[in-house]
């Protein structure tokens, strides 16, 4: 390792050094050893022979004079097939007590895609869940929003995603924890490992309880091992974001300690180059594919939030899981009407599926109209339209729900996943009148309905 200089200030998340040569640049590592523990820092900034960096950890200890040293790579992580099982902290080091056989790192900062690298036509990547497939259906290299609260089913949602992409792509995943409680990345480890996937994903966390630049660069060693699967595998990658609010927080609270000014609600003044310097590496290639599902933190509900509309500028489309659907019983709780993807256009999916797609929203909005007129004047008061629309919007909405494989051992209920084709199939023949003799509660938890097709 080369002397870089001399540390002349420090405070918890800035550490000054006063350099004694000009080869340092930001992104760089650097490192200082004191009584036996090595602490490292991320230089921020150079000003002249004044170089401003960012802690890893805490700062106990630390002193005045201390001998500063560059550490060659950078930020790195590991980049082999032995990241599948494991589980990663922000600067690629393990945390899950597991080991590296054959250490093989890549810089977390290294990959920019270029413009001739990105392939826009990639093939629609079916999940084999029937409410994703029809209302929110997603292109390879997509980024889509997946919005909700504890307690409506998001885990097991990105549980089954992760099994049913496994199974029909035979790619992996990779997770991101930024700003999650340990205790919540302890329970999603250990869901992963009683269903079987975690051999199949790699994780990575920057936890609650860190500092800044722990939280802020979670994010970027999760992307190098998805490009990892996309680039060396061949893999269509599914890369999972919780939080990405979390993520602009963190970079807010670096820029304060920097004394940048910043900018509205006191966010970063980089915060759209930072949001998209991390977007736009999650994309298509003619190798692979990274397509990711990226959880935002709404503060006070509010979608306007600059953090926010900056964030959601990027997706694809969003899936929302919303509670008052979980209170029925209808599992995924995704509320439809909230539910977007760029593919429903006649041009993407065909006028069929489009149709479809229209029609059932249609059906859908309607029966939530008539919910209140048969509450106040009973069944018997609508017309033979509205009283068609309203139990075929029932049977659609058992429809939608699925048996998921990695719930097996909780309902007892074998998973299904469900073709495309199929769904349209069942949902046509709903809409046409072909089941109104069959009793809803029939369509609840199904895969499709060819066991009562004529």
Known sequence: MMKAGKIISISNMRIEILLEQNKVKPG???????NGSINRF??????????????FDNVRGLRKGLD???????????????????????YGNLIDGNTIET?????????????????????????GIKAIDFFAPMQKGFKMGLLGGAGVGKTVLIKELINNVYKGLKSNSVFVGIGERSREGKELYDEMLDANLIDKMSMVFGQMGENSMNRSRAIYSGLT?????????????????DNMYRFVQANAEITAEMEQLPIDNGYSSTLLSDIAAVEERINSTDKGSITSFQTVYIPADDMNDSAVHAITSHFDGQIVLDRKVAAKGIYPAINVFKTSSKLISVDKIGERHYHLVQEVLRYMSRYNELEEIVAVLGIEELSTEDYNIFYRARKLRNYFTQPMFVAEQYTN???????????LIDVEAILDGKYDTTDENRFAYIGNLHEYRK
Do not use: C, M
Request: glycine fraction near 8%; aromatic fraction near 8%; proline fraction near 2%.
């Open 28 to 34: 760089d590592i650097v490192s200082t050893e004191h």
């Open 225 to 241: 091992l998805a490009e990892y699967l996309r680039d060396e595998k061949g893999q269509d990658v599914l890369l999972f974001i």
């Open 413 to 423: 209920i074998p998973g299904k996943f469900v073709a495309i084709e199929d769904v």
């Open 103 to 127: 250490v093989r790192t890549k810089n977390v900062y290294e990959r920019n895609l270029k413009l001739n690298e990105i392939n826009i036509d990639g093939d629609i990547l079916w999940t």
């Open 42 to 55: 991320e230089i921020a900034r150079v000003n002249g022979n004044i170089a401003v960096a960012i802690p």
């Open 68 to 90: 500063v040293n560059i550490e060659e790579g950078g930020l790195a992580i590991q980049y082999s097939d032995e990241i599948l099982g494991k589980v990663f902290d922000s």
